[in-house]
């Protein structure tokens, strides 16, 4: 998977979207800004809740209003901004220029429809193929994302068939039109370990073939690992650490990443899993300052509860939102550990 | 209803994960449930034997010859006389009983390009009855003289009668055979019939007429009103369902205000009212009655529709679709609404027995003169001791009411996946 261009398709900047409840305003995604090189992978990094999937969601302009809106930013496909274009221009975006797979292969087909209808109606929607020249591609599509016998699973119902090939045939769906970006939603975590493997093999098989960029979405670093060149890491609705992978991986400078990395088992250190103190605060409620400092152990209690760190550029492609960065560097380039095991 | 997926799922996919069969959709795995529940088919073959009967009943009672030979010369008067909306009836009912052979024709055509077979062959047939429908209307003046048939019987070489060769509508000459029990009772009224005729099998009423020929007209009524009304409903249902459902906000505000002001009106009292209102020669008060009907009854399933919205709106297919630019209206027909329809299913076929039950109550209240089982029930409550008026008209109601309960209840059992056998 090498990049042949490096120009920008999708440039996202300072993207804010808001859930207006009852309860209060939930800031689910905060400035958040992103570029996506045509070609190339962007992985999305962060618990549950951080706003991963609403940040997709808001690319896509699929956040449910009422409670949700994007209150700013702007969403740059080759130059165009999403945000500001009508309806019916954005549907034809959906799906066609832009398309998104789910984390639940089980619930995100339609039970009453057979896979091929779905897939063919994403191509009838976007094409002017008729039913049968539709009919072709569709067969072909499943063929491609590696669903055997395709011309007779075609016609099988979506309980028909296993969790893997399900997400399969979401693949198919989200590619039949030859999109330029797939959002890629969590696809691996709810399939088995090996299942995962093979749809993520698929991914970039696919990627590679078609020349599409692929916004990942996911908790899991090894899949990030495996996918992507280059990693936002968000929390709290903000991305708090941005860099390439290898960069990230050896040199993570946000306590947050850190403590990411730290809390997920490898065969090297057979040690106690270090967890980052305390829970995710809710985004109704989001902490002052740097919204990491309750459960950080950099936190020097003044500065950090006070103001907000910017992102700011350490070096080379690397970015960070903390106001002790440099002290995250000391205290690895010292082996020691950040978090207590 | 989540349940049912996933039931669903254990059901028709063996342990390998390889799918069992043929693709099975969600309507062939209902009716193999309705079909293991003998009291929902008994209840269904007694609905079709009813239509079909009142479909029929020109052939089963009446006083036009179905061939006639007179002076060696051979017609068939009751094909003359039917009306068009009886033939139209009678395709409409042919194609119903056709449409699984035309699925099986249209299978191989229809996977061809992915397109389902139920849907073409409903379209094939929905377009053959329009055309037929079209044809019948546009061209055809049934003959409305039934030339004294009865009468001249003995003038035909051949004449081959209904089962019941009876007027329809009975004159003076009929007034003499009033009241009398069934026929085939015969020892009970020796003076009218011998022993064991079948000439009236369930008596006549109060002018002559014969109970069976008015039991068979009484279903047409009773059919009629129970389709039409709760199609009507049905369809406001749904849509206003859908809408409220997958609006919300204000949109289900006022929808459901205005649900509210209509389950609050009286319907019997408002249906007593535009009869008085409307005059009959421009809707006959029959078509009052089925026009209310529906547009009150609707409230039910709106309600039912607008809660499946609001789970079917949350579902990840739906995010999906509209991921894929799929716009809203195609998204509520095509994607939305088959998934919340099975619940919908159950409230229309109770609704059907409600709507035969208050047309009776209309008619037995003398508010409606079009023949009816309830007119019936009305006649024969001022003369209880001819108790043939009331038992058999009183059975018509109760069986046929009966029935459409046993059918919803085993549709309901049928989609609920806890109730599997």
């Given at each position: ?16 979207t ?38 997709a ?86 063929r ?122 490898t065969?090297?250190?057979r ?60 205290v ?10 | ?36 529940r ?78 389902s ?18 044809l ?6 049934p ?10 019987a ?49 008596g ?36 206003l ?42 809707i006959?008060?029959?078509?009052t ?133």
């Amino acid at each position: 998977m090498t990049e042949t261009t490096t120009d920008t398709l999708l440039a996202v900047n300072g993207l804010t979207t808001r859930f207006f409840t009852e309860e209060g305003v939930s800031r689910a995604v905060e400035e958040v800004s992103f570029q996506i090189p045509r070609g190339g992978t962007v992985a999305l990094v962060g618990e549950s809740g951080c706003g991963k999937t609403v940040t997709a969601l808001s690319i896509l302009r699929l956040v449910p209003d009422p409670p949700g809106r994007i209150v700013a930013g702007a969403v740059h496909l080759d130059g165009t901004d999403l945000l500001t274009l009508p309806g019916d221009a954005m549907r034809r975006v959906r799906g066609n220029r832009i398309s998104m797979i789910f984390q639940e292969p089980m619930t995100s087909l339609n039970p009453v429809f057979t896979v091929g209808d779905q897939v063919l109606e994403a191509l009838l929607l976007h094409t002017d193929v008729d039913r049968a020249e539709g009919r072709r591609r569709t067969v072909d599509m499943l063929r491609k994302v590696g669903i055997p016998d395709p011309e007779r699973r075609l016609d099988e119902y979506p309980h028909q068939m296993s969790g893997g090939m399900r997400q399969r045939v979401m693949i198919a769906i989200s590619l039949v039109c030859g999109p330029e970006l797939l959002i890629a939603d969590e696809p691996t975590t709810a399939l088995d370990v090996t299942i995962q493997a093979q749809i993520l093999d698929l991914l970039r098989d696919l990627q590679a073939d078609l020349g599409m960029s692929v916004l990942l979405i996911t908790h899991d670093l090894g899949v990030v690992a495996e996918m992507a060149r280059h990693v936002a890491v968000m929390y709290l609705g903000r991305i708090v650490e941005e860099a390439d992978i290898r960069d990230l991986f050896d040199r993570p400078l946000h306590p947050y990443t850190v403590g990411l990395f730290r809390s997920r088992p490898t065969l090297q250190h057979r040690e106690r899993l270090a967890s980052i103190p305390g829970l995710v605060p809710s985004p109704m409620a989001v902490p002052s300052g740097c919204s990491f400092h309750p459960r950080c152990p950099l936190s020097d209690g003044e500065r950090c509860v006070r103001e907000r760190p910017p992102l700011e550029t350490k070096h080379a492609a690397h970015s960070v939102a903390c106001w002790h960065a440099d002290r995250v560097a000391e205290v690895r380039d010292r082996g020691e550990g950040l978090y207590e095991t | 209803m989540t349940d049912g997926r996933t039931t669903r799922v254990a059901t028709s996919v063996t342990p390998g994960g390889e799918p069992a069969g043929p693709p099975r959709t969600y309507g062939s795995i209902v009716w193999g449930q309705l079909k293991k529940r003998p009291s929902a088919m008994v209840s269904l073959a007694f609905i079709v034997l009813l239509a079909l009967a009142a479909i029929l009943a020109p052939f089963i009672g009446g006083e036009v010859p179905i061939r006639w030979v007179e002076g060696g010369e051979a017609s068939w008067p009751i094909f003359r006389c039917l009306t068009n909306g009886e033939y139209v009836a009678m395709v409409a009912f042919l194609l119903g009983a056709l449409l699984p052979i035309t699925i099986r024709l249209v299978r191989p055509g229809a996977e061809q390009v992915g397109a389902s077979p139920m849907l073409r062959a409903l379209a094939i047939h929905a377009a053959v009855l329009a055309v037929v429908a079209g044809l019948l209307f546009g061209m055809r003046e049934p003959e409305r003289s039934y030339g004294f048939y009865l009468e001249r019987a003995d003038e035909a070489e051949t004449a081959w009668f209904p089962l019941i060769a009876y007027p329809r509508n009975p004159g003076f000459s009929e007034l003499p055979f009033k009241e009398q029990p069934p026929s085939w009772l015969g020892w009970l009224a020796p003076e009218s019939y011998p022993p064991g005729s079948w000439a009236h099998p369930l008596g006549t009423g109060r002018i002559g007429d014969d109970v069976l020929i008015r039991i068979l007209y009484g279903a047409r009524t009773a059919l009629n009103i129970g389709f039409v009304a709760v199609g009507i409903s049905l369809a406001i249902g749904v849509l206003l369902g859908a809408i409220s459902g997958n609006f919300g906000g204000w949109v289900d505000l006022v929808l459901m205000r205005v649900a509210e002001i209509v389950m609050s009106i009286p319907r019997l009292i408002l249906i007593i009212i535009m009869i008085t209102v409307i005059p009959e020669r421009w809707i006959p008060p029959i078509w009052t009655v089925v026009l209310v009907l529906g547009v009150t009854g609707w409230t039910g399933t709106y309600r039912l529709m607008r809660a499946e919205l609001f789970r079917i709106r949350g579902e990840d297919y739906m995010t999906a679709a509209r991921a894929l630019g799929v716009r809203t209206g195609r998204l509520l027909i095509r994607h939305a609404i088959p998934n919340g329809l099975a619940p919908i299913l159950v409230g229309a076929t109770f609704g059907i027995a409600g709507a035969v039950f208050l047309e009776v109550t209309l008619a037995f209240l003398g508010l409606v003169q079009t023949p009816s089982w309830g007119m019936m029930l009305n006649d024969g409550r001022q003369h209880l001791e001819y108790w043939w008026l009331w038992v058999t008209s009183g059975s018509a109601i109760f069986l046929t009411v009966f029935a459409y309960n046993l059918l919803g209840e085993g549709i309901r059992d049928a989609i609920d996946p806890r109730l599997r056998i």
